[in-house]
Structures are given as C-alpha cells and as structure tokens.
C-alpha cells in the first residue's frame, strides 16, 4: 500500500544540487519531492545510498541553493554546544540546541557502520536527514536517531568519519568493505585467536 513519509536533509553541493541525507529515509522511495527554506518544492532523484552507514546522496535541479559549510567531527568534545535542524512532525525548519554528550556512540544497529555523536538536543521524527551544526554553523553530523525511551538523548552521524562514503555516493558507487570474522578462546599461555572467516563485506 503506498505511504508517504517524511525526513531532513542537507545541501552540500549548491552548484551540482546534492543534498545528503539518511539512507533509511529514502529506503525503497519512489518519489522524492524536496521542500526548500523558501518553500519550493523540486523533485528529487537518489544518487546513491549505504545502508550500513545510513547515508543517502539525492539531487534535486534547481537554482539559487545555498550549501553548508563543512566542519571538522573530529575536533568535538563532550560539552561542546550544537544544534539540531530538521522537519520533526512536520515542523519545517525546526532548531534544537544542546551539548554533546559523548563520542565514537555504536551498538545501534547491529549491521551498521557507527560513529555516533551523542547529543541533549531534541532529535524527534522526521529529523533523520538533517544537519547537526556547531557553534561555527558548520556541519558536524546528520541526524540519524532516537531512543525513544529516554529523553533528551538523541543522535548523529559524525560526518569526517563518512566522507569517503559521501564521496563515493556522489560517483554513483558503495564503498567496497572487507569483514573478518573472529572468534577468541583462552589458552593456557594466554588468549588464543582464530580466524573463522574471510568475506567481502560489499
């Protein structure tokens, strides 16, 4: 049965119109339509998506776009102020501020590349996709998801460690990843490894 959903999303090539965004928002998409600031509404195609690192490239044409400044993940700490923009129940243009809480977040998704930025900033249904700033207003992360039984505890997408997706995505391709499985036992002599499996993870 067709639905409709709603999600954020940046723009991060204003020439070229590519927009990032979480991948889970445009999963199994067939029409995209992009709400601009100033209320225009452009359709939109996928360029790429990893699930693994919930990370979509769209594109939209359109003139007059503005584009963010990218800023630098790896230079947060815990205490430093941010803010959350994005569209949550429908609220367009919705900002949030907070602190981060903690850094290097995993265990989300068990499938799933993870860095996570863990933020105090409201981050509620619908602003998957869009942009976690610093106090520069430069992009630090997207953000990706909430626990919804906890409050105030939300989370984003540290964006250096992603790049190379995102610029993978843009070229039309998915990063090719390797996975090793491994599996511990202890000896008497110490901890004894053993390698179980040797896959490509693309």
């Known amino acids: 049965r067709p639905f409709q959903s709603a999600g954020s999303g940046v723009i991060v090539d204003a020439k070229q119109g590519y927009i990032i965004t ?15 600031s100033d209320q225009r509404e452009v ?11 919930d990370i979509a490239v769209i594109q939209v044409k359109a003139t007059n776009l503005s584009q963010i400044v990218l800023g630098d993940s790896d230079k947060l700490e815990p205490g430093d102020y ?10 367009q243009q919705s900002v949030s501020y907070g602190i981060v ?23 509620n249904r619908g602003n998957s996709g869009g942009p976690l700033l610093n106090i520069h207003g430069e ?8 626990n919804s039984d ?10 250096t460690p992603v790049m ?20 511990t ?8 490894v053993e390698i179980v499996e040797i896959a490509d993870g693309s």
């Open 22 to 36: 979480n991948a889970h928002v445009v999963e199994n998409a067939r029409d995209i339509t992009v709400t601009l």
């Open 43 to 53: 359709p939109a195609k996928i360029i790429g998506s990893d699930p693994r690192t």
């Open 82 to 91: 941010v803010a959350a923009i994005g569209n949550p129940f429908g609220l």
């Open 101 to 123: 809480s903690a850094l290097g977040r995993s265990g989300m998704s068990p499938d799933g590349y993870e860095s996570l930025i863990q933020t105090d900033a409201s981050i």
């Open 139 to 146: 992009l630090i992360g997207i953000n990706t998801v909430m």
């Open 150 to 159: 906890a409050e105030n505890i939300g989370f984003a997408i540290a964006i």
């Open 164 to 183: 190379d997706v995102i610029d993978s995505l843009r070229e039309g391709s998915v990063p090719d990843r390797a996975l090793m499985g491994v599996t």
């Open 185 to 192: 036992q202890p000896t008497g002599e110490g901890l004894g």
